[in-house]
């Protein structure tokens, strides 16, 4: 198996400490939401009453709709679209998209890649691969350390159902797969891997500031519709059990079609650097 999809191991082996280390500090960071939330009541954290929140709120719990900050489902919900949970996602992505293609154009090794019997589309399919099963250990570690904390909580049990962990845990992923298409796309046309992490960054930064100003501005609301992050809302998720199918197909759709650019791209693109 590993010689057969030689690219895909070696690029996980190469990044093997990264990805062990943005695991542990997932697990460590969502531990410590589940402590905080069984510990204080979320009403009593933000001295509120539980009802619905200033418009702007919802973006801190990840919801559109109504779902508190001030609730178990929002308190949870805010640990997966805290900037902590949003920078080791981007790090982790723009480091693994800018080494598809861009880095190894850099520094001129794309050309040596290239005279071996590798194709352009096997290089960057098995790239691809080697950053979604990154992106799904990492959102595996923080939707498992969030499930086992609701089990192990009566509290937050009859709160925040087993499935709704499990949904936001999947809308993870399809957020990872939007930001991927783009940043491989990136990678596919970029000279440099500064490139492509700054966009990856950028991507993620203004999203979440467009989104939060779209809710806070009723003048610029219609803007929260560019917005990966009006898709990705773990605490409707974790509120209702069930997965937003919509807002994850729109945020799978975005993701495939940055990764059929990406391929597309790089089919015609001169890789000399």
Known sequence: MRS??????????????????????????????VVIANTI???????????????????FSGSTGDVSIASYPGLLGAGLVHPFWIAMQLTLIGSLAAAA??????????????VRPVSR????????????LASVLLNAAATGTMAAGV?????LHREVPITGVFSAGLLGCGFALCLTGFALAVSAVGRRRGQVVGATIALGSVGFAVNFVALAWSRAAPLRFVSPFHYYTPGDALADGTVPWV???????????GLTAA??????RDLAP
């Open 121 to 132: 589309g096997r290089l960057l399919a098995e790239r691809t691969a080697a950053l979604a």
């Open 4 to 33: 057969r999809f030689a690219l895909l191991w070696l690029a996980l082996h190469r990044r093997r400490r990264m990805l062990a280390a943005l695991a542990l500090g997932m697990v460590v960071f969502e531990s410590l939401i």
């Open 41 to 59: 009541p979320p009403t009593q954290l933000f001295g509120g009453q539980g009802g619905t929140p200033p418009g702007a709120f919802k973006a």
């Open 247 to 257: 807002s994850f197909g729109v945020l799978a759709g975005a993701g495939l079609a």
């Open 151 to 155: 089990l192990l909580s009566p509290r």
């Open 263 to 268: 391929f597309v791209l790089l089919a015609r």
């Open 101 to 114: 293609v861009a880095a190894d154009v850099e520094t001129g090794t794309i050309e040596l890649l290239m």
